[in-house]
């Protein structure tokens, strides 16, 4: 049974000036992404689009959740994994306990980007 929906739509110029700001562009990967995240988004030809994505993720997890990250779950504790196939959610921390709370098992993750905007939908169902 779905347990809740999130979406969200971002410009991925925005994401690139933050995360290629010469000045404070580190702390702002490290504060919002995983070390894996970003190895995988720094590898891509367009690292920019693969951030925004990422950083859709996240706000599309924390609507389901039914949170916002000022409310003690953190950037990094919503990844999003890509092994061989589809991309997904791994939770850690606050989000896995949230998660739990409202019955939230199963994660379906859907990315798409153009040069310009960002977009994720996200559908937790419980087990």
Request: proline share 2%; charged share 30%.
């Amino acid at each position: 049974m779905i347990v809740a929906v999130g979406v969200d739509i971002i410009e991925v110029d925005r994401i690139r000036r933050a995360v290629d700001n010469p000045r404070t562009g580190a702390r702002f990967r490290e504060r919002v992404y995983t070390a894996d995240e970003i190895a995988y988004c720094l590898k891509r030809r367009t690292s920019a689009e693969s951030f925004a994505a990422r950083f859709a993720a996240k706000e599309a997890v924390m609507k389901v959740l039914g949170q916002g990250f000022g409310d003690g779950i953190g950037w990094r504790e919503i990844e999003v994994v890509r092994g061989s196939g589809r991309p997904s959610i791994v939770l850690s921390g606050r989000a896995r306990e949230r998660a739990s709370d409202i019955g939230a098992a199963r994660w379906h993750l859907s990315l798409t980007h153009t040069a310009a905007h960002a977009v994720a939908y996200v559908v937790a169902e419980t087990a």
